[in-house]
């Protein structure tokens, strides 16, 4: 006889655990962009810091590790400048590509 779990008693899932690398990163920053949501992206651009650490990020990114919180927490809109540091200090970057194929 299996014994049965509470959904309280599972693990609680951490995404930041599953961004092994910068494909990893790649694939999930994109997937949080094609949702559309702004805030979305500043909490998966957070995540994806803890997953590489946010002292080591916040320094590639030439920001302290206080504004990296503040800039990334879920609530914040990070200016495009930011958004953009960070994601290089990730090893990614934003690209665009066109919605309708020509």
Known sequence: MTKKS??????????AKQLKNEEDIAAYITMVIEDGDASELAHALGIAARARGMAEIAK?????????????????????DTINRVCKALGVRLTAVPVHAG
């Open 6 to 15: 509470r959904i309280s008693e599972l693990p609680e899932f951490d995404m």
């Open 60 to 80: 590639g990114a030439g920001i302290t590790r206080e504004a990296l919180y503040k800039a990334l927490r879920p609530d914040a809109s990070p200016r495009f």
